[in-house]
């Protein structure tokens, strides 16, 4: 089986979406035979040549982008805007798609998910499902027992799918929890985000006396 | 009132002379209405660096009109992004622009309505509405995926959807929903 990857995070090879795709891809090819091509389309802005070609040929197709401002971000919606001509050009296609966000709920990421599945039905494709995952910023600074379970579930889903073609609906959703929090997890997670995440890496670049300027006008 | 116009069409386009009517009518009730025409600005997609968050908080780091987008948009009563819709989606143009607006808003995630979002940086933030214009094949079913996706979008700016119309009423009536809402 051969899996083709566009990943859409504007931050490229270092990014979020990137580092779950490495763990998916590491099971996808546990099983003989399997293998996989990865385009950065930021980098292949605005024609995305690469993206169009790969588009045409694929027999899989995963698309993978971070959430940016509650949906795609702009330039993932450049490469959508480029695949319009090709609407119906290869309908046996198999067309994935994978979307992470920062906020520890995976609810967040169904609104766009939504999109996906339209946008499959849109292009002519075989829709084959959407990867969604809160939780994802920070996977660097994360406690690792947290992050590790994580990356074990992106393996787990692209094992199973190297193995039957299709994304097994178990493993989606127990890498999709907790697709909200309850009161008592919102307590806890929101200080802890603020204080580790945030007020961390703003202390690393001596900005946390910054933290709310207002450079637009303090009376705004 | 001020009413801002963010104009995601592409020239020659027909939603250019409707943009251009419901602002006359704006402001011949009276209100300020502003309009950027983004194809006619300079600024890159975000890069995801959070720099505008934990090193320069506020500013982004790109040096280019996003900083007039940022600076209208705060500023504004209403930000109304006008858009044809392309790919079941309003255009890139506008996404991007959207996306570049985040330096408005504080990382610190806080609890509203049982769910997290970012805190305010600002006192104030504009009422946002979407002014789409049908092309292709756009159905209903992407109006109601693209609503909802932005009365998402909205809560994390702060902000809320307050008015999704089509191109296809006349313009007295969108400018008059606008006013009135």
Redesign the interface.
């Known amino acids: 089986m051969r899996l083709s990857i566009i990943n859409g ?3 490229g090879v270092s ?1 979020n979406t990137m580092k779950l795709l490495e763990y998916f891809t590491k099971g996808f090819l546990e099983t003989e035979g399997n293998s996989i091509e990865i385009l950065h389309s ?1 980098k292949d ?1 605005p024609d995305f040549t690469k993206e169009r070609e790969m588009f045409l040929r694929a027999e899989r197709l995963l698309i993978a982008f ?1 959430l ?8 993932v ?2 490469l ?2 480029s ?2 001509p090709l609407k119906g050009k290869n309908p046996s296609l198999k067309l994935m798609f994978m979307t992470q966000c920062g ?3 995976t ?2 990421t169904r ?2 998910e ?2 996906c599945e ?2 499959g039905r ?1 292009l002519g494709c075989v829709y084959g499902g959407a990867i969604c995952k809160g939780g994802c910023e920070g996977l660097t600074v994360q406690p690792p027992a947290l992050v590790e379970k994580v990356f074990k579930r992106f393996y787990e889903l692209g094992k199973a799918y190297g193995e039957t073609g299709e994304l097994d609906s178990k493993i989606l959703a127990r890498l999709a929890h907790p697709e ?2 309850t ?1 008592e997890n ?2 806890q ?2 200080p802890m ?2 204080n580790f995440l ?1 007020d961390g ?2 202390k ?2 001596n ?1 946390l006396d ?8 303090e009376d ?1 | 009132m001020k009413i801002l116009f963010m104009n995601g069409s592409s020239a020659g386009s027909e939603l250019n002379s409707y943009i251009s009517s419901v602002i006359n009518s704006v402001k011949a009730a009276g209100h300020e209405a502003g309009e950027l025409i983004l194809r006619d600005m300079n600024y890159s ?6 720099n505008c ?7 982004c780091v790109f040096k280019d009109d996003g900083d007039t987008l ?2 209208e948009f ?2 504004a009563d209403i930000a109304v992004l006008a858009s044809p819709v ?4 309003p ?9 570049r607006i ?3 808003i ?6 509203i309505g ?4 970012h805190l305010k ?4 933030y504009p009422a946002m509405a979407l002014l789409l214009e049908k092309t ?2 756009t159905d209903d ?2 109006i109601e ?1 693209i609503r ?3 009365q ?2 909205a809560l ?2 702060q902000s809320s959807l307050k008015l999704l119309r089509l191109t296809n009423s006349p313009v007295e009536e969108a400018a008059h929903a606008l006013i009135n809402n």
């Open positions: 995070s504007p931050r990014s930021i802005r971070p940016y401002v509650d949906a795609m971000p702009g330039s919606k450049e959508i805007e695949f319009e906020f520890p709920e609810h967040h609104f766009v939504r999109y339209k946008l849109r909200q929090l009161p919102l307590k997670v929101i985000v603020n945030w890496l703003m690393k670049n900005a910054k933290s709310f300027d207002k450079p637009y006008g705004l | 997609p975000c890069r995801g660096c959070f968050w934990v090193r320069t908080p506020g500013l940022c600076r705060l500023t392309i790919m079941g989606y255009a890139a143009i506008v996404k991007n622009a959207l996306d985040i330096p408005l504080h990382p610190y995630l806080e609890d049982g769910e997290v979002h940086r600002y006192k104030k292709g094949d079913e992407d995926i909802d996706i932005y998402r979008a994390n700016l």
